[in-house]
């Protein structure tokens, strides 16, 4: 499971997204979970599931789509929460077992046992009824060679992606997407290489090094 620092981060984080896209965010009740069900297709095409065609798993793209999930569901739990941090993490933490077993739709599945399509499938499945399942995650992650600890070194790349883009016209339609040729996800990757993710001030750097990076085309 997430160290406990780390999943309070997370949610302390995603809580400043939600706010930050909108303060009323709480009030507003976005359906968190019909993202999950869009994120979980998408990663389906970077698996490849099509049996008509030749396709590869694109193992980066896939990984990504993951940290999309994650967002989503912190903010479901968050909601169902009103945006307490600390209910949202004793919730979080008591969503976490060892139990192998998934009751959906009449059936029971075994975690363990079935592929990472029929994993996705069932993610899906679950959210569009207005559930999750973090053990089902956590099998998730391991089928796409990360741990918890890669997420989250990843989660919070993104969330400070998400934020630089919000401060740099997003919502507006004026922030740049490429940048000297290459797409603002590449310059997150290259700028996360550059420095100590178990820093305390990561996400301070790492937001500084897209700053430095930005202002160079503009």
Same mark, same amino acid.
């Given at each position: 499971?997430?160290?406990?620092?780390?999943?309070?981060?997370?949610?302390?984080?995603?809580?400043?997204?939600?706010?930050?896209?909108?303060?009323?965010?709480?009030?507003?009740?976005?359906?968190?979970?019909?993202?999950?069900?869009?994120?979980?297709?998408?990663?389906?095409?970077?698996?490849?599931?099509?049996?008509?065609?030749?396709?590869?798993?694109?193992?980066?793209?896939?990984?990504?789509?993951?940290?999309?999930?994650?967002?989503?569901?912190?903010?479901?739990?968050?909601?169902?929460? &009103?945006?307490?941090? #600390?209910?949202?993490?004793?919730?979080? $933490? *008591? %969503?976490?077992?060892?139990? @192998?077993?998934? !009751?959906?739709?009449?059936?029971?599945?075994?975690?363990?046992?079935?592929?990472?399509?029929?994993?996705?499938?069932?993610?899906?499945?679950?959210?569009?009824?207005?559930?999750?399942?973090?053990?089902?995650?956590?099998?998730?992650?391991?089928?796409?060679?990360?741990?918890?600890?890669?997420?989250?070194?990843?989660?919070?790349?993104?969330?400070?992606?998400?934020?630089?883009?919000?401060?740099?016209?997003?919502?507006?339609?004026?922030?740049?997407?490429?940048?000297?040729? &290459?797409?603002?996800? #590449?310059?997150?990757?290259?700028?996360? $290489? *550059? %420095?100590?993710?178990?820093? @305390?001030?990561? !996400?301070?750097?790492?937001?500084?090094?897209?700053?430095?990076?930005?202002?160079?085309?503009?």
């Amino acid at each position: 499971m997430v160290k406990e620092n780390q999943a309070k981060i997370m949610l302390s984080l995603q809580a400043r997204m939600n706010e930050k896209v909108n303060p009323q965010w709480v009030e507003a009740a976005y359906p968190y979970l019909r993202a999950v069900v869009v994120e979980g297709s998408e990663a389906m095409e970077h698996h490849g599931w099509k049996w008509w065609k030749k396709q590869e798993c694109d193992m980066e793209q896939l990984q990504m789509e993951l940290v999309d999930i994650w967002h989503f569901m912190l903010s479901h739990i968050l909601l169902e929460n &009103k945006g307490n941090e #600390e209910a949202s993490f004793i919730q979080l $933490a *008591s %969503l976490y077992t060892d139990d @192998d077993k998934i !009751q959906f739709d009449s059936r029971t599945y075994h975690i363990k046992t079935i592929g990472t399509l029929e994993k996705l499938e069932l993610t899906i499945g679950l959210a569009s009824s207005g559930r999750i399942s973090i053990p089902l995650f956590a099998a998730l992650l391991k089928d796409c060679d990360m741990d918890w600890n890669e997420l989250f070194c990843q989660y919070v790349g993104k969330n400070v992606l998400n934020f630089f883009r919000q401060d740099n016209g997003y919502k507006d339609g004026t922030y740049q997407k490429m940048w000297d040729g &290459k797409e603002d996800n #590449e310059h997150l990757v290259e700028a996360m $290489a *550059s %420095l100590d993710a178990s820093h @305390d001030d990561f !996400q301070h750097n790492l937001y500084e090094c897209l700053k430095d990076r930005y202002q160079k085309i503009n």
